[in-house]
């Protein structure tokens, strides 16, 4: 339960990060959604696998809230929208991005 600790502008800022760069971490070892990625979106497995270091991480959770997109998807969260969030892929899915990611 600690990631209830996490803000939603900085919970959000990882998950859009994490779905757009390895989605496969989503998922546990069993192929279901999980929150983990909510708060160990800054340790180093997860940093690797998105190809960020650690600052550029935390300067993009600085600036998407700020950015069009993310004031837009935010006002829609507050609202109680999710229009506009992509869905989380499948895990068949994810793992082929994961491949493909390590093949480029």
Do not use: C
């Amino acid at each position: 339960m600690s990631y209830l600790k996490t803000g939603l502008e900085t919970m959000a800022a990882h998950y859009i990060l994490v779905q757009e760069r390895a989605p496969h971490l989503l998922f546990n070892d069993d192929g279901e959604l999980h929150l983990s990625w909510i708060i160990s979106a800054t340790q180093p497995r997860y940093l690797n696998a998105m190809g960020m270091t650690r600052a550029q991480l935390n300067a993009f959770v600085r600036e998407w809230p700020r950015s069009e997109e993310g004031r837009r998807l935010l006002e829609g969260l507050r609202a109680g929208s999710v229009e506009g969030w992509l869905r989380p892929p499948s895990w068949h899915e994810a793992q082929q991005r994961r491949q493909q990611a390590a093949t480029v």
